[in-house]
């Protein structure tokens, strides 16, 4: 199947999704190009995803390679579910790769020149929340990534699906297979947590 970029991105979503559910049951029937077709149409979401968490290259692939491995060896539980799109599927697989990235790099910090806010950035940051305050503080992205590296990983988690993804809460709690109370009561406690760290700043 021959299927470019720009026509995928111009398909109806009904009709790409009926195409990702027929691939994904020909690759399950063993059909290796069928599967090279959904890594094609859907690697730059996962690692797009995968962004949202890490910033190092190497951390990015990793995810990818682990959530399409994953979703390979699942590819029988996606055919037995009844509707949903592969898209979404894929999409919970690889944010659960993420968080499980996420626990084993508190295991293995990152060098401190990497993780650690510089004086430059210190300052820069504690003028915008004098300027903004805390909740609307306008932060690079490199730094906002040094921020979130300093909460837990299941409220970088919260956090970076919330604000960064724009998901709802009940999306969260289906992509996670957690309650919506569960989600509610991360969210509170992750900003919480992230003020606290803002407010070293001030």
Request: hydrophobic letters at 45%; aromatic letters at 6%.
């Amino acid at each position: 199947m021959d299927v470019t970029a720009d026509k995928l991105e111009h398909a109806p979503r009904g009709a790409s999704e009926r195409e990702d559910a027929a691939l994904a049951d020909e690759a399950r029937g063993g059909d290796e190009r069928a599967f090279e077709e959904l890594f094609l149409r859907h690697r730059r979401r996962v690692a797009l995803i995968a962004s949202r968490f890490f910033r190092r290259r190497e951390q990015i692939e990793e995810v990818v390679q682990e959530t399409f491995a994953k979703a390979f060896f699942a590819l029988g539980e996606f055919s037995n579910r009844q509707g949903g799109s592969f898209a979404a599927w894929l999409a919970r697989i690889a944010f659960n790769a993420c968080y499980d990235e996420l626990r084993r790099q508190k295991r293995r910090p990152e060098p401190a020149s990497l993780s650690e806010v510089t004086e430059d950035e210190a300052s820069r940051l504690r003028e915008r929340l004098r300027d903004d305050g805390a909740e609307s503080a306008a932060v690079s992205r490199d730094l906002a990534a040094k921020l979130l590296a300093r909460l837990s990983p299941e409220d970088r988690l919260v956090l970076v699906m919330l604000d960064a993804e724009g998901l709802s809460v009940a999306e969260i709690a289906g992509l996670l297979g957690w309650s919506e109370s569960k989600v509610k009561v991360r969210a509170h406690r992750a900003r919480a947590s992230l003020r606290r760290v803002l407010e070293r700043f001030l």
